[in-house]
């Protein structure tokens, strides 16, 4: 069965630490991952990721795909109140169909 | 400005009522989906259509029916048979292939 496995379900840090969001997953036919952010009603797409070991980053915020070991990292740097939000980890396979993990909600404390 | 619209934003009927939620989208997107989000489940997959006249059911399809009369409209209408329907729904589109979806402000449904 496909599967994507956000950590942590939940963390809260200060503002100006540096966050990382884990995703893990299983699925047949991997496309791509994704992640989105979500603050109150919709995802806001971050980054898509299809290739090992390319690093892709926009101001603060970064990811990286491993596809050996199946999973994928977003870092949050100097964090900022604004970053309180749901992350969500979502895996495209063949059939074009997103897989979405429970999502990791991110407090940021001033 | 091209982007996703779902109406209402929120909606309440009795049980044992069905009820329509609209999506229309103006990106020229041929794929479109929806989702429902309960707390602490993430997004499950209802129903996706990526052409015209054609749709497929995804994870949680039971309780639910789509159309695609045209590309730019995929209606959901939530069933009496769907035994838990009060959540929040998304509507999301994108281009065919392995390309960002991109989602609608969302409806939240209530049903008592």
């Known amino acids: 069965e496909d599967k994507v496995v956000q950590s942590p379900l939940s963390l809260v840090v200060h503002e100006g630490d540096t966050v990382t969001l884990n995703c893990s997953y299983e699925?047949?036919?991997?496309?791509?991952l994704l992640w989105y952010k979500q603050e109150k009603k919709a995802p806001t797409f971050l980054f898509m990721l299809t290739s090992s070991g390319i690093e892709k980053k926009s101001g603060r915020l970064s990811s990286i795909l491993d596809k050996k070991e199946l999973f994928s990292i977003l870092n949050i740097t100097a964090t900022q109140t604004g970053d309180s939000a749901i992350y969500l980890c979502a895996v495209l396979f063949g059939n074009e169909k997103l897989t979405f993990g429970t999502g990791t909600r991110l407090t940021i404390i001033p | 400005d091209g982007g996703i619209t779902q109406s209402p934003k929120y909606l309440f009927r009795k049980e044992g009522q069905n009820v329509t939620l609209s999506c229309e989208q103006n990106?020229?997107?041929?794929?479109m989906y929806w989702y429902r989000q309960d707390p602490g489940q993430g997004l499950r997959l209802i129903y996706y259509?990526?052409?015209?006249?054609?749709?497929q059911k995804g994870d949680i399809a039971e309780g639910y029916s789509v159309s695609r009369e045209k590309k730019e409209s995929f209606p959901l209408t939530v069933t009496s048979a769907q035994k838990n329907p009060t959540a929040f729904y998304l509507c999301?589109?994108?281009?065919?292939?392995?390309?960002?979806?991109?989602f609608g402000p969302g409806t939240r449904l209530t049903v008592t």
């Open positions: 990106l020229n997107h041929d794929a």
């Open positions: 699925v047949t036919n991997f496309r791509s």
């Open positions: 999301a589109s994108s281009r065919v292939g392995p390309y960002e979806q991109y």
């Open positions: 259509s990526q052409i015209v006249n054609d749709f």
